[in-house]
């Protein structure tokens, strides 16, 4: 632990000093290094391939599950696919300097705040070497350098992706420190969530798992992201044909994300009209379903729904799953989002002003939709145009977060020599 | 513990329900309840300052150094003052359902993030009663229910006030669980530090060592407050009337508090211009001094400078005492902060604009101030009307914390049908 200690230390205090250069560079600064540090991406493509290979293999060997080892490869067309991200980042708009608010004082002091980089921040993800690249463009566009831990599965690909970046940082004539990657066993991701003074933020990134380890053992501020228990409430005054519709799209548009809906709930006054055509088509989608009784008795032939327990309403199922209950109204339809729910996104189908008035108001989740598909939570879909997670806990960030989730602020007090009295 | 935690995950569960009862009053109703609240303490003075005489009894037969009887005391004028202030609290704005951000989407979806309440929040404190009730007031007007935990040794005051806050709710039809006190030992603030998931923000208030454990025990997220080694820096190009009006400004006005300059800095070039009057006029006013080699050089006939210890200049006195050091430029100036500073306040005096534009860029601090007095980083100067604290840290808020300051937002999203294609 002394050794990881001693480490992740000497890392970050080559971050900070990193992290005064990168905090004054100005905005075509610092798009003129996310260009170079794409093209070196795309240059060291061959390598990154060749490193991911060997990443492959292992997870192969050790029986690595096929969704897994999908979100490890890296082709060259995935590889090009990161360089353009970091492209985009450029056209992005600085977070840098905004100033958020401001007055002149009755005294004359001018008062502004501004804001500014957070520092050091850390990412703990899991073996998804895009996150790698993303995070690196994302924390040099914000100002901030970045200490990366990402899963020991995608190391070989990792290392590829950091060597080409920092030789670009310093061929550009920035500091390499901007974006390190920190290896070794547990011990140094302890020692990384407990350098409290040294690392001003810490993010995780990842499954259930990783995310409570990191927000429990961590003594640094973190931002907590992207469990989702999704649901969508089919109201009495839904438009069928709109229930239909978002509720497979929710679901079977992309099931593995934390925005997917994991749960509908059905008002018991069309529970008769709505779910028959539901299940169906959601059974055609391939969805397994757990009901509650209600649910099962409108269930047409053939369909099959099994007997929801607690458990599964409980259950981000991240695959083509979902639990159906059939709830009495709208305030049963709340209760049980505030029993079952992660405070990630809520959705009512509704034509009813007041029930919707109600939803938005009384729901405590990082987004609240009406009459859309909670898949639109999402940094790209809000137009934010970079995402670094969805933050599902209330300080700091809440719901997706882009660049300006990736700052802090500094009160700027301008006087002439004013003394309180 | 398992009862302490039976004890706070009670307290945090009713503290949830009548947080959802107060995040849909109107602003009418907060502040028609905030003039009930205050006409319920002054209709109280009686019983609080007979439990005051209680609480300090005790203090005085423990031992209890004069400073901490002092702010440990509620007489009537003080009661009333507390009164006053949540009557000031109404006069505010209120800081829920402010639109943040918003846009129309591209398909027609209308985004907006909406200010709204943290939920449940914990208060952490010494023995200042007044605390008891400022918190309770910022909670009503934000939405959030409170549990305060508050030093034991004002354990009769603050149940005196709070079984008057209480009634005074239940008589104007509001919940009393808006405002619960935690008692109970050690025990009961630690099952309260990690009640992660059943109280949404915990804010420490008081001295280094309460913050300092508060902040490494918790799971529940927590704002730092507090902890000032402030500077003032006397640049080369300083105007030398103003810079002694504002050292002596800055440390004498209200030495115990966290804005108060415990450093001061001077550029060799104006040592030998300026230190010999504002040493003079420090320790004309009582201030004890510590300086470096070169600033005991500088002290007038009759003036005793310590040798200042490295430890001193890491010190927070809170007390009419002051390290000195000279520097050879302002890069060592900015140095000495970065080692020395707290991150809270830190004042450049200069008529030089570049050397005020790097001091404002390159400190890291909440509030960096040009020309001015380090006693105006505070949120009643600030023009917010209402402090909770000064956050030293930098996620979620940097600097005087006021109402807007304990809420959080969500995303109200509002389409016709929308799915994801």
Redesign the interface.
């Known amino acids: 632990m002394t050794d990881s200690i001693a480490t992740v230390t000497d890392l970050a205090e080559r971050a900070r000093v990193a992290s ?1 250069t990168l ?2 560079l100005t905005r075509a600064d610092k798009d003129a290094a996310l260009l170079a540090l794409a093209d070196a991406v795309d240059a060291a493509t061959d390598d990154v391939v060749a490193a991911n290979a060997e990443d492959l293999q292992r997870g192969r060997e050790g029986g690595m599950a096929t969704g897994l080892l999908d979100r490890l490869t890296l082709d060259a067309d995935r590889v090009a696919a990161v360089a353009d991200a970091l492209r985009d980042l450029a056209g992005l708009p600085d977070p840098l300097g905004e100033v958020v608010r401001g ?1 002149t ?1 009755a005294n004359g ?1 001018q ?1 502004r ?1 501004v804001r ?1 980089p ?2 050091v921040v850390g990412m703990i993800y899991e073996a998804r070497p895009n996150v790698t690249v993303d995070a690196a463009g994302l924390g040099l566009k914000s100002g901030n350098a970045m200490i990366l831990r990402g899963g020991s599965a995608a190391a070989s690909t990792n290392r590829a992706l950091v060597a080409a970046l920092r030789s670009a940082l310093t061929a550009h004539g920035l500091p390499a420190d901007a974006v390190q990657l920190l290896e070794g066993d547990h011990d140094a991701v302890k020692a990384l969530m407990t350098a ?1 003074g040294l690392v ?2 810490l993010i995780p990134r990842g499954g259930a798992g990783l995310i409570q380890a990191v ?2 053992e961590s ?1 640094v ?1 973190v ?1 907590e992201t992207g469990v989702g228990n999704c649901h969508v409430y089919v109201d009495a005054a839904a ?1 069928p ?2 229930a239909l ?2 509720v ?3 679901k079977t ?1 992309r099931p593995s994300v934390c925005n997917a809906a994991e749960s509908l709930l059905v008002h018991r006054s069309v529970a008769a009209d709505v779910l028959p055509d539901v299940l169906r088509d959601l059974a055609g989608a391939g969805v397994v379903l757990h009901g509650d009784d209600a649910t099962r008795e409108h269930a047409p032939d053939g369909v099959v729904v099994e007997p929801a327990t607690d458990e599964d309403f409980d259950t981000e199922y991240l695959a083509l799953e979902m639990s159906v209950a059939v709830v009495d109204d709208l305030d049963a339809a709340l209760a049980h989002v505030r029993r079952h729910g992660s405070g990630h996104t809520e959705a009512i189908v509704t034509e009813d002003r007041a029930a ?1 008035r109600r939803w ?3 729901v ?10 909670t ?3 999402d940094g790209g ?3 934010f145009g970079a995402e670094i997670g969805i933050s599902t ?4 960030a ?3 977060m882009a660049l300006p989730e990736l700052t ?13 009295g």
Chains 1, 2 share one sequence.
């Open positions: 005064r905090a004054l007055s004082l002091l008062i705040q500014v957070m520092g409290r001003d933020l927000v429990t003594t501020p931002i438009d044909d709109k519709a978002i497979l799209n929710a548009h919707a938005t108001a009384e405590d989740a990082a987004a609240v939709l009406v009459n859309a598909s898949r639109f939570t879909e809000f137009g806990q209330k300080l700091h809440r719901g997706p802090t602020t500094k009160w700027v007090v301008e006087g002439d020599g004013q003394i309180r």
